[in-house]
């Protein structure tokens, strides 16, 4: 029955929680020792080249949003029976880190529940940052969805239309982070014009120069009309022959959190290697407004909430975060445990690898529901 389906999943939680009683203790940084402990800025311990995961979930937790609705338990009506154990996992990790009293807390449970599904998780190698984002948001996604029906009508003739239903998805990842592409499809023959749409959580900019750019001309160069010429030519329905085509993409659905991955790691022909460009991004205020479609532009501005940084090679290297906290309002380093306040000045680097920028100013996670 449902109610036992809760009662058990509220039980999984406690266990979770228990469970941090045996995790080896975190490494106390005595000149920190007496410094006071916010919510939300909490450290997290290394599991053996875990730093992927610990800078994820520290972004993630800077998202009050999303960290208000596991706080507040509405995640638990919308668990879905046959996989809930990371979104359990997930709430258990947050709360710690909200509402905990340690400096730091181990994600074990969190790992090991993702663990389950993906093995790769559990070795103990160096993996993608922004490949572990897009695997925990769809995880959290399957996890909390609900279905909404809505009418469309199919014509299937002149004088008579079919009415169909038609399912779509919902959740508290989609709310957030789900926007939509627009491409415009452009035969360059006969100018017959169709538009094809895409739905995203991350966008992944190129990086236009080797030394210096601005996330503006990163944004400039993924938006810029393409034109597909040779085997890239695309159909054309009109003229019922591969044609060569001119495509620009535009923001038809602008998300609340939009995050952008800075596709550092570059592959020319055989050779694979890591551009090290220093990309200005701002702090505040970052303008999309070029890049949303006119009738769309809901939410041009955003600001800077989270940043993962990279550093060393392909074959190696360790990722650090930079968040901003909701209940002092500044910028936190998190180095696996090792947690330190920094200036707005520090928050720009040239080891910036994915951003996290919010088109709505961040309030404290509230613990309970509003009755």
Request: aromatic letters at 12%; charged letters at 20%; hydrophobic letters at 35%.
């Given at each position: 029955?449902?109610?036992?389906?809760?009662?058990?999943?509220?039980?999984?939680?406690?266990?979770?929680?228990?469970?941090?009683?045996?995790?080896?203790?975190?490494?106390?940084?005595?000149?920190?020792?007496?410094?006071?402990?916010?919510?939300?800025?909490?450290?997290?311990?290394?599991?053996?080249?875990?730093?992927y995961?610990n800078?994820?979930?520290?972004?993630?937790?800077?998202?009050?949003?999303?960290?208000?609705?596991?706080?507040?338990?509405?995640?638990?009506?919308?668990?879905?029976?046959?996989?809930?154990?990371?979104?359990?996992?997930?709430a258990?990790?947050?709360?710690?880190?909200w509402?905990?009293?340690s400096?730091?807390?181990?994600p074990?449970?969190?790992?090991?529940?993702?663990?389950?599904?993906?093995?790769?998780?559990?070795?103990?190698?160096?993996?993608?940052?922004?490949?572990?984002?897009?695997?925990v948001?769809?995880?959290?996604?399957?996890?909390?969805?609900?279905?909404?029906?809505?009418?469309?009508?199919?014509?299937?003739?002149?004088?008579?239309?079919?009415?169909?239903?038609?399912?779509?998805?919902?959740?508290?990842?989609?709310?957030?982070?789900?926007?939509?592409?627009?491409?415009?499809?452009?035969c360059?023959?006969?100018?017959?014009?169709?538009?094809?749409?895409?739905?995203?959580?991350?966008?992944?900019?190129?990086i236009?120069?080797?030394y210096?750019?601005?996330?503006?001309?990163?944004?400039?160069?993924?938006?810029?009309?393409?034109?597909?010429?040779w085997?890239?030519?695309?159909?054309?329905?009109?003229?019922?022959?591969?044609?060569?085509?001119?495509?620009?993409?535009?923001?038809s659905?602008?998300?609340?959190?939009?995050?952008?991955?800075?596709?550092?790691?570059?592959?020319?022909?055989?050779?694979?290697?890591?551009?090290?460009?220093?990309?200005?991004?701002?702090?505040?205020?970052?303008?999309?407004?070029?890049?949303?479609?006119?009738?769309?532009?809901?939410?041009?501005?955003?600001?800077?909430?989270?940043?993962?940084?990279?550093?060393?090679d392909?074959?190696?290297?360790?990722?650090?975060?930079?968040?901003?906290?909701?209940?002092?309002?500044?910028?936190?380093?998190?180095?696996?445990?090792?947690?330190?306040?920094?200036?707005?000045?520090?928050?720009?680097?040239?080891?910036?690898?994915?951003?996290?920028?919010?088109?709505?100013?961040?309030?404290?996670?509230?613990?309970?529901?509003?009755?």
């Amino acid at each position: 029955p449902e109610s036992e389906f809760k009662v058990r999943s509220i039980f999984l939680l406690r266990s979770f929680a228990e469970c941090t009683d045996h995790y080896d203790p975190c490494p106390v940084n005595k000149a920190e020792e007496n410094q006071p402990h916010f919510q939300g800025v909490t450290g997290l311990r290394n599991l053996g080249n875990t730093c992927y995961m610990n800078a994820i979930l520290q972004c993630l937790c800077s998202i009050s949003p999303l960290v208000e609705y596991f706080l507040s338990g509405k995640y638990i009506n919308s668990l879905q029976k046959d996989c809930s154990e990371v979104a359990t996992a997930f709430a258990c990790v947050m709360t710690d880190m909200w509402l905990g009293d340690s400096d730091c807390v181990s994600p074990e449970i969190f790992r090991s529940a993702l663990g389950n599904l993906y093995p790769v998780f559990m070795k103990k190698t160096q993996q993608d940052a922004q490949e572990f984002l897009i695997y925990v948001l769809n995880e959290l996604h399957e996890a909390l969805k609900k279905y909404h029906w809505r009418k469309s009508y199919e014509k299937k003739s002149i004088s008579r239309c079919c009415r169909k239903m038609i399912a779509s998805e919902s959740s508290i990842i989609t709310q957030l982070f789900e926007g939509q592409l627009s491409y415009s499809i452009i035969c360059l023959k006969c100018e017959n014009c169709t538009y094809k749409n895409e739905v995203f959580t991350i966008i992944s900019l190129p990086i236009p120069s080797e030394y210096e750019c601005s996330l503006q001309d990163c944004l400039q160069c993924f938006f810029q009309q393409d034109t597909l010429t040779w085997n890239n030519q695309i159909h054309c329905s009109f003229c019922e022959t591969k044609q060569e085509t001119a495509v620009r993409a535009t923001i038809s659905k602008a998300p609340k959190t939009i995050v952008f991955h800075l596709k550092r790691f570059d592959i020319l022909g055989t050779m694979k290697r890591k551009l090290r460009t220093n990309i200005h991004y701002p702090l505040t205020n970052l303008d999309l407004t070029p890049y949303i479609c006119p009738i769309f532009r809901k939410h041009p501005k955003y600001n800077l909430c989270a940043v993962v940084n990279h550093f060393g090679d392909l074959d190696g290297g360790h990722y650090t975060a930079f968040c901003k906290n909701s209940v002092t309002q500044a910028w936190y380093s998190f180095d696996d445990t090792r947690v330190s306040e920094i200036p707005d000045t520090s928050v720009q680097t040239a080891a910036a690898y994915l951003l996290f920028y919010s088109c709505q100013p961040f309030s404290i996670p509230r613990q309970k529901c509003k009755s």
